[in-house]
Structures are given as C-alpha cells and as structure tokens.
C-alpha cells in the first residue's frame, strides 16, 4: 500500500465511509453494510489551490497528461485469442481465451471448477502458453493427484501454492505467464486489508488488483468463486461487474453432465452453453448435446414425444415422456419432473375442452429426460401429444418433433426461432416436424416435412386416425 493510503470502512448501502468498522451504518442505519476498502489520500491539495488561482493549466487538477491513441492506431484483432482446443470451453467464452481477460468461473462446491480449469491449464500449456495455477483451497500433493488423474497433460503447469495477493502477484509479475488460473478468489487476501479472506472487501480488493495486474500485463486471469445460498458468487454483485465474463458451472438435474454458461461476456455473445461429462478421468466436452438428452429412440413406446430447448444460440433436442394410467381411488395423482406442475394442470384441461380427451380417471407422470427444465413453451405442443399417445397407448413416429405453444382455446402458437430448432432437428435424424400452421410457410430444411397443425384436435386426428 503507498504510504498516502489508508483503510476505511465504507457502507454498501448508502456509501458513507467511517474509520472503525461498526455492526450497524450511523448514516443510513443499516446493519451489517460496512465493508473494508483501502483508498488513495486526496489527491495533492495544489490542484485545488491552482483551480483557484485560474488559468488552462490548473485545469489537470494535478494529473499527469497522457496520450490518447486514435482508435484506428489500437492494434490486435479476433485473432489473438488463444484457443484451449477444448471445443466447448472455446465456444462458450466467444472463441477462445482474449489475452488481458478476467474471467470469473462460478459454481457450487464439487460440481468440476477445479477439474475444468485444470483441464485448461494442460491444453493451454501443451500449445506453448504458459500457464500458474495458484490453489489457495488444495495442497500441491491434492493438485498433484487430480492432475494424475487426468493423465500426464497437466505435468508441465506451473503450481503455486499461495493465499497472500501480494505474493501471488509478484510471482506472477515474475514469471509472465499466458494465464493464471486463482482457484478461489474467496480465499486471496491481501496485508492491507484487516479482514479475513473471502469477506466482501477482502473479495473486492484481491479481485480489483488482479483486473489491474491482467490490463497491464497482457496475463488473462481466470477466477474461480464459490457461489452463495442466494446463487450470486461471492455475495458482492460488485464482482461480476468488475470482470470481463462471467460462467457459471452447473450440474444439470442428477446425471453426470455439466453445463458452462457464460452470463455475462464482453467479448462475445452471453446465454452460450457449452457441455460435458463427468467421467472418472475428467471431463468430456459433449459436442453434440442433442444426443445426450434423447434416449434411445429405435423401438419408442407410447408416451414420448421430442421437442426443442433453445440454450443461448444453440438448440437442444429433448425427449418428453408421459404415462397415463387408470387410478386407484382419490384424487388422481399428477407427478411432473422437468415441467411446471401449473402448466400441465393448464394443458390437461384444455386437453379435456378442447380435443375430449379425459384425464379425470387417470393418474399422470411426466418426466422430461436427462434431468432438463422444460420451461419454454414451445415444448408444450410435446408434452400434449406425449400425453395423448399414452392415453391412445399408440407410439409417435419415432422420428418426428413437436414445436409449439398451446393456448386456452387448443390453438398451436408459433414460437421463436422454429427454423434454427427445425435445423437442429434435422441435424439429428428429424424428419417430421409438427409446427403452428404459420410456421409449416417459413423456411424448412429440406429433409424435413413440416406439418402445420391449427389446434390440437387437427394434431390428433392427423397422429391418431
Ligand atoms: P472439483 O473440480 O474438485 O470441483 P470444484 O472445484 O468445483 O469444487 O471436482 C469435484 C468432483 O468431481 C469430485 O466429486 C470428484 C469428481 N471428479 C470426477 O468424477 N472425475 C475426475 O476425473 C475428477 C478430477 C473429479
Ligand atoms: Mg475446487
């Protein structure tokens, strides 16, 4: 810290600032805000004298001119980013690593932040980037094993073993490495702070001077961050402001794949996934995730019906199962895994009003496979002719795809990007494609036969009779 610095607490409420840390702001009167931060002493009080006595030069409130280049003059292009060579991590930060980046990984404890990154850190390194991997949670012996693990690619990253920023940094400013990997932020601290690591100043701090030693340096910097109860990562919002992108690493539902979801992204477009496995060597990047979600769809039995997921600009087939059987006595029961249990109430209903088709007797399951969230409505038209094929126990054609929303009245909607869906369709083996009436004139690749559908009683009679 320069001499003229000093430490204060200030409220992330109201912003006052106070020299000793309080439970409670005296300002705003909000507790538990104060939050440490280190700040510059004013700057030299002559500014402001000169200010006072006029002329142009006073005006640089005693600053330092620099120049300001021409934006024609700033060179480096797309192509400078650095290519990982695992296909999804690529694609996901925009197409590779942008030297001078910050990005922050989060995700909850064990879900793969540490095994992903090492996985990064042995491809980078194998392409002659130099990567320091800084572990502040694992012993090198437990880096060491994880690494073995791997196999043999990750031998050659370099390993530091460190919690103090200060350290970090000059080990870092020392070597020059290509990337660095600070695995997690919550547990770098710096000496001029009092608080613990992983407090909200501490977090700030550390993160701030990393962002500065990255713009400097060229070294992109990826931070892993521990994500809260509330979801956020590292509680301060103030985190994900700070860095240039921003993934999130979840698991989806019980299964053994992975999702990597950029939220936030200067350098490319946010809401990509990029998907993997968990096998017991690593992780596996799933280039085509559509076969994944879809069972094994040579002999179907009644009851399932696929739709598409749209994740960020990348379609997902997914395979809706429905089981409709005769009910004990009661209340039938209605049990919904991956589907909004208010949505299939809706469309049981509009089922009964509008196609006659009764689900009063019947107890009904819906299971959408691989663990996904059905939440779009484009995958209602699915979840309609899954159920009916259960009721009428006679399976879909094996090879067609339902894209649509049912309202209240029965009516088919279209929904967005049915083109982009239908060429994924496509690209899977699709050959049928149920859509609204509007969608069947839009633009349909060309082996397959769209079939525009007005209500869902047209849809059945078309499936069915
Ligand atoms: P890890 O990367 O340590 O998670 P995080 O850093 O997000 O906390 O991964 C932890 C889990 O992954 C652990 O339960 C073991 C499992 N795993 C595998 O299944 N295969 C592997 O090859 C590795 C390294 C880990
Ligand atoms: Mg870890």
Not at 374 to 403: N, Q
Request: proline share 4%; charged share 20%.
């Amino acid at each position: 810290m320069s001499p003229k610095a000093r430490t204060i607490y200030r409220c992330t409420n109201c912003g006052a600032d106070h020299p000793k840390w309080a439970g409670r702001c005296d300002v705003c009167g909000d507790w538990n805000t104060l939050v440490e931060e280190i700040v510059s002493a004013p700057a030299n009080a002559t500014g402001a004298t000169a200010r006072r006595r006029g002329g142009t030069a006073s005006l640089s409130a005693g600053g330092t001119a620099v120049a300001a280049p021409r934006l024609r003059d700033v060179h480096g292009s797309e192509a400078r980013r650095w290519k990982t060579g695992i296909g999804e991590f690529d694609f996901v930060l925009g197409g590779g690593i942008v030297p001078g980046s910050v990005v922050l990984i989060g995700g909850e404890p064990g879900i793969g932040k540490s095994t992903l990154l090492l996985q990064v850190a042995a491809t980078l390194q194998g392409r002659e980037h130099e990567v320091l991997y800084v572990s502040g949670e694992e012993s090198p012996l437990q880096v060491k094993l994880r690494a073995d693990r791997l196999g043999d690619s990750a031998q050659n990253v370099a390993l530091l073993s460190e919690t103090n920023l200060e350290t970090i940094l000059a080990t870092a400013s020392a070597q020059a490495p290509a990337v660095m990997i600070v695995d997690s932020i919550q547990t770098v601290f710096t000496s001029d702070l009092e608080g613990a690591p992983g407090n909200v100043g501490q977090v700030r701090e550390s993160a701030a001077r990393l962002m500065h030693f990255a713009k400097a340096s060229g070294t992109s910097v990826f931070l892993v961050g521990h994500v809260t109860k509330g979801g956020g990562i590292a509680g301060p919002k103030t985190l994900e402001h700070i860095v240039d992108t921003v993934l999130y690493f979840e698991g989806e539902g019980t299964l053994d794949h992975r999702v990597l979801r950029a939220t936030k992204n200067r350098f490319g477009s946010v809401d990509e996934i990029g998907v993997f496995r968990m096998h017991e060597n690593g992780l596996e990047p799933v280039a085509n995730p559509s076969e994944l979600f879809l069972s094994d769809r040579h002999d179907i039995a009644s009851g399932s019906a696929v739709t598409t997921l749209l994740e960020g600009s990348r379609p997902i087939l997914i395979e809706v199962q429905a089981l409709a059987a005769k009910a004990g006595y009661g209340t039938p029961q209605r049990v919904s895994t991956g589907y909004d249990g208010r949505k299939l109430a809706l469309l049981l209903a509009v089922l009964d009003k509008r196609a006659g088709l009764s689900f009063s007797s019947l107890d009904v399951f819906i299971n959408v496979v691989g663990g996904v969230q059905l939440r779009e409505p484009a995958g209602d038209l699915a979840v309609a002719a899954a159920l009916a094929s259960s009721v009428y126990d006679r399976a879909l054609p094996s090879d067609a795809v339902f894209i649509g929303e049912v309202g209240l009245g029965g009516e088919i909607r279209p929904v967005a990007q049915t083109e982009r869906r239908l060429a994924e369709a496509a690209k899977m083996g699709m050959r049928n494609a149920f859509v609204a009436q509007r969608s069947a004139g839009g633009r349909i690749p060309k082996d397959v036969k769209a079939v525009g559908v007005a209500t869902i009683a047209d849809m059945f009679r078309r499936l069915f009779s």
